[in-house]
C-alpha cells in the first residue's frame, strides 16, 4: 500500500543553518504531496503542497519539490528561526479521500 | 474564526468506561476525520465522514465509533476504553464539495486520552 518515510529525528540546528528533512514516499498513481507543521501543544497545520510532478510548494521560506523519478518531497528552508521548531510531517494523498502520514521529524532550533 | 474544536483536550479514563470525544467545525466543511498520533508512528486515520450519514474506516478502526448526523459535528466513541487507545486524537475537516476532496485538512488542538 501507499507510504511515507521521513528522515529520523530528532534534528537539532542553529538558528540561520540550512534545514532539510528528507521525505520519500511508495504509492500507485500520482498523488499529491504534503508538508504539515505541528507547534508545541497545537494541531497540524499545512505547511505546503504540491500536486503534479515538477511542482514546488512553498510557504515562510520553506519549499519542497515534487520528485517522480526519486519519490521523493524533501522539505527545505535557507536559514531557519528559533520559531520553526516544531515536529514536520509528510503526507500523500492516497486513493479513497485519505491522507497517509509519515512519522513525523522533530526540528529544534537553538538561538 | 474558523475552527475545528474538540473536547475534552485532556482526559483520563479507566478501562471499560464509555467516553465520547466531541467534534465540531464551522466551516461547513463536508470531509471529517479522526486520526490518532503515537510516538514514531506519526498519524493513523481511525474514521473518516465524507458527508452527512455516510461513515468509512481508516485504518485503525478497531476499539472506535463515530457518526455523522449533522455536518458540523464528528464525535469519537470510545464504548470499552482499553489501555492501547491511551493517545492523541485529532480531529480534522476540509471542503471536500460534492463528493471531491482535497488534502487540506484543518485539525482541531488534540485530545489526549490516558486510559488506565
Known amino acids: 500500500g501507499d507510504s511515507v518515510t521521513q528522515m529520523e529525528g530528532p534534528v537539532t540546528l542553529s538558528e540561520e543553518a540550512f534545514l532539510t528533512i528528507n521525505c520519500t514516499y511508495t504509492a500507485t498513481g500520482y498523488p499529491s504531496l504534503f508538508w504539515y507543521v505541528q507547534y508545541p501543544g497545537e494541531g497540524l497545520q499545512l505547511l505546503l503542497k504540491?500536486?503534479?510532478?515538477?511542482d514546488k510548494g512553498s510557504n515562510k521560506g520553506f519549499e519542497a519539490t515534487y520528485r517522480k523519478e526519486t519519490t521523493s518531497f524533501h522539505l527545505e528552508k535557507g536559514s531557519v528561526q528559533v520559531s520553526d521548531s516544531a515536529v514536520y510531517f509528510c503526507?500523500?494523498?492516497?486513493?479513497?479521500?485519505?491522507?497517509?502520514f509519515g512519522e513525523g521529524t522533530q526540528l529544534t532550533v537553538n538561538p | 474564526e474558523a475552527q475545528v474544536t474538540q473536547n475534552p483536550r485532556y482526559l483520563i479514563t479507566v478501562t471499560g468506561k464509555k467516553l465520547t470525544v466531541t467534534c465540531s467545525q464551522n466551516?461547513?466543511?463536508?470531509?471529517m476525520s479522526w486520526y490518532r498520533q503515537d510516538p514514531g508512528l506519526g498519524l493513523r486515520q481511525i474514521y473518516y465522514s465524507m458527508n452527512v450519514e455516510v461513515t468509512d474506516k481508516g485504518d485503525v478502526p478497531e476499539g472506535y465509533k463515530v457518526s455523522r448526523k449533522e455536518k458540523r459535528n464528528f464525535p469519537l466513541i470510545l464504548e470499552s476504553p482499553s489501555p492501547n487507545q491511551t493517545s492523541l486524537y485529532f480531529c480534522?475537516?476540509?471542503?471536500?464539495?460534492?463528493?471531491?476532496?482535497?488534502?487540506?485538512?484543518?485539525f482541531g488542538e488534540g485530545s489526549r486520552l490516558t486510559v488506565l
Open positions: 503526507a500523500l494523498e492516497t486513493s479513497g479521500s485519505r491522507l497517509t
Open positions: 466551516m461547513n466543511h463536508e470531509y
Open positions: 504540491a500536486t503534479k510532478a515538477d
Open positions: 480534522a475537516s476540509t471542503i471536500g464539495t460534492s463528493g471531491s476532496y482535497t488534502g487540506e485538512l484543518f
